[in-house]
């Protein structure tokens, strides 16, 4: 089928042979006709709501390749594998390939006629690569999970920051950027980052009336416990509790099995086959309960998750909603509960004194860059001498990009523009990022006032995003409103 005999029919055909589906949900439709008509879109629909359809079913019916930006190496290998099954030409470039898995898919997307191509934002970060998708008819620039995008966004990675220029390189390809959660101020700074100002947005609404939301206190690490002990011996089904450390996570493990809970653990020091194993028995219902850090969730499919349990307090609203709403994709009643303590606060304050680079980690990329000046380093080069971590460099060469202290040409080499600041020029360049631990404060308090609130937890939820076109006076699915609440 041709762009111009999409109709509308023969979009429902399409979705009924490849996908299996009678009809569109809500919102998919209208994403898929501006995918097909060249405009470049933002769309922002709970989890669950069925995104991925909206980018594989206009990347069937246009004529070239659409690529996929993930985050994700285990959801691209579902994904790819899933359309395998229905026939359909897909491969994804990660780095846990071998030499020759790379060479053979390299010679596939060379040969033209594949449909769909997935990637890591770091691999795109290789000219090699770069320079072989140049070669290649992409008429379609997937970014899943956009809000990584954004600087304001509950999980910003480095790495997004330069998929704005990337489809520069590329030829300008039809951009749609997808995600569960934003804010307006995410939204509006992924369209930039992106380089799509005139994006169309489509917005289908966080109301999820099949979650049930509540919130119980807990003083302290042992009522938090026997209250976690309590909860699990009423609930059935599957689920996931939220841990807020790899050390809680080990806890509260053990005190679960002790108790004679079945239950695995995932988080992201474990190795990869140790979490792939745990990933394993709870995706396939071999255990019905995962204890896990937030490494867990982005991009599983499991639809009959019966519960979320939040052991502590997550970071934000963003964090939080993207987690509970890993329950009920199946549209089936769930439970989204949050074991509420006030002094979860302190250890979100530990996590944030060292999230973003202060003066001095501009200081010592800046010396970095000034030894290497003659030499148009990559920034490999400036990694091996600096005496900052890969991601903290990362965050301090993209703010001396913004400021225009230095510049990337297409071949990846790093131009230092101004060698001759001084220690209290990069100060003041920092206080963006002073800004930002600001906001991240301010993210936090809006959930504990989620926690402390009397009125409905819904309508907090949905005052914190902006959603003014839902109207829930007692929303019925809540403790609040189950208690009379308004």
């Known amino acids: 089928m041709s762009i111009a005999t999409a ?9 009924r042979e490849h996908f299996g589906f009678q009809q569109f949900r809500p919102g998919q439709e209208k994403v898929v006709r501006a995918a097909l008509s060249g405009r470049d879109t933002l769309a922002l629909m709970p989890t669950g709501s069925g995104k991925s359809l909206c980018f594989q079913l206009p990347g069937l019916v246009l004529e070239g390749s659409t690529l996929v930006i993930s985050p994700l190496i285990a959801l691209m290998k579902d994904q790819t594998e899933a359309l395998a099954e229905k026939g359909i030409r897909a491969v994804a470039f990660n780095s846990t390939m071998s030499t020759r898995e790379r060479q053979e898919a390299e010679e596939q997307v060379a040969r033209g006629g594949m449909e769909f ?6 691999q795109l970060a290789n000219r090699e690569f770069r320079s072989l998708l140049r070669r290649s008819s992409i008429d379609l620039f997937v970014v899943d999970e956009a809000h990584c995008v954004s600087h304001w966004g509950h999980d910003f990675r ?4 330069e998929l704005g220029s990337v ?14 959660t934003a804010t307006d101020e995410v939204v509006d700074d992924i369209v930039r980052q992106l380089r799509i100002p005139d994006a169309e947005i489509v917005h289908t609404g966080f109301y999820r009336p099949n979650l049930h939301l509540e919130v119980i206190p807990t003083p302290d690490e042992t009522t938090r416990r026997e209250r976690l002990a309590g909860l699990l011996a009423e609930q059935s089904g ?17 005190f679960l099995q002790a108790r004679g809970f079945e239950t695995a653990s995932y988080h992201g020091r474990m190795k990869a086959s140790d979490r792939t194993a745990s990933q394993d028995r709870f995706m396939g219902g071999d255990v019905p309960i995962l204890v896990a850090t937030n490494a867990f969730g982005m991009g599983i499919d499991k639809p009959d998750i019966r519960f979320v349990i939040h052991a502590h307090l997550p970071g934000s609203i963003e964090a939080f909603y993207q987690e509970f709403g890993r329950a009920g994709r199946d549209d089936g009643p769930s439970q989204c509960i949050l074991l509420y303590s006030p002094d979860d606060r302190k250890l979100h304050s530990f996590f944030q004194s060292r999230r973003y680079p202060d003066a001095g980690d501009l200081v010592n990329a800046h010396h970095a860059l000034k030894r290497l000046a003659d030499k148009s380093p990559t920034f490999e080069d400036v990694q091996a001498i600096s005496p900052l971590p890969k991601t903290r460099l990362k965050l301090a060469l993209s703010l001396l990009r913004s400021r225009g202290v230095l510049k990337e040409d297409l071949s990846g080499h790093i131009h230092l523009i101004h ?13 963006d990022y002073e800004e930002r631990d600001a906001r991240d404060q301010l993210k936090l308090q809006r959930l504990v006032d989620y926690a402390e609130s009397r009125g409905c937890r819904w309508q907090s939820v949905l005052d914190y995003f902006s959603d003014q076109d839902t109207e829930i006076p007692a929303c019925g699915h809540c403790d609040r409103c189950d208690a009379g609440a308004t």
Do not use: N, Q
């Open 7 to 15: 109709t509308r029919a023969g979009l429902r055909t399409t979705l």
């Open 117 to 122: 191509v997935y990637t890591t934002p770091e």
């Open 158 to 161: 480095p790495d997004y920051l």
């Open 167 to 180: 489809v520069e390189e590329l030829g300008r390809p039809t951009v749609l950027a997808m995600t569960a």
């Open 238 to 254: 599957s689920g996931i509790i939220y841990a807020s450390t790899v050390k809680a996570v080990g806890e509260l493990t053990d």
């Open 419 to 431: 060698p001759d600041l001084t220690r209290d020029d990069l100060a003041r360049m920092v206080r």
